[in-house]
């Protein structure tokens, strides 16, 4: 079944209207023209299903309410410039913390979960513009989030083969691959 969402984003893409349901099949603003997002948000998903459950529940509670925290104080306040550059330098950071299995405290992944939400959240606040609707793009953004924070850490979850675990890593890896790419390319 995600073959198939996968395969029709394209053409949902084309037909939608900017506004929530673009924004859920997207997990990007209009303006950015690679897949940053959705790679940072899976990446996120994937090392939040590697550590334990009361991690992986506090990060499904509190990374929306941060993600729509950062956009709406987006909304009010214009985010520095650098923003964009520690939210590319977060992708291969995630890739590597999931390739290598890092098991971190609680604490820390609730540190690290409110500020990546924070971070998310004022980049795409940042690029609503007059034409598009705040009330339906933020929720939107929110329900993507959750969406595919919550497919990632259940697949996660429920692995229990040790070489279905591998395959985590190296997907993690592949983030990581992909983050150096494109921060290579655009600092």
């Known amino acids: 079944m995600s073959w198939g969402v996968s395969l029709s984003l394209p053409i949902i893409y084309q037909t939608s209207q900017r506004g929530f349901c673009f924004q859920i099949l997207n997990n990007k603003t209009p303006e950015q023209e690679n897949g940053t997002p959705a790679i940072k948000s899976w990446g996120l998903a994937l090392f939040a299903g590697q550590q334990d459950r009361k991690a992986a529940l506090l990060t499904l509670s509190i990374f929306p309410f941060a993600l729509v925290s950062g956009a709406g ?7 520095p410039t650098w923003i964009a550059t520690i939210n590319l330098a977060l992708i291969p950071i995630l890739g590597l913390a999931v390739a290598s299995a890092f098991a971190c405290p609680a604490a820390l992944t609730i540190i690290l979960v409110t500020a990546i939400g924070l971070l998310h959240g004022l980049a795409n606040g940042s690029e609503i513009t ?5 009330w339906r793009f933020i929720p939107g953004m929110a329900t993507a989030a959750m969406l595919i924070l919550t497919y990632g850490i259940g697949v996660v979850r429920s692995l229990e083969k040790p070489w279905a675990r591998i395959a985590v890593r190296v997907a993690g890896s592949w983030i990581a691959a992909a983050g150096i790419m494109v921060c290579a390319f655009k600092l």
Request: a neutral charge; aromatic letters at 8%.
């Open 130 to 134: 007059a034409p598009m609707s705040a």
């Open 73 to 79: 104080l987006a909304l009010f306040i214009q985010p």
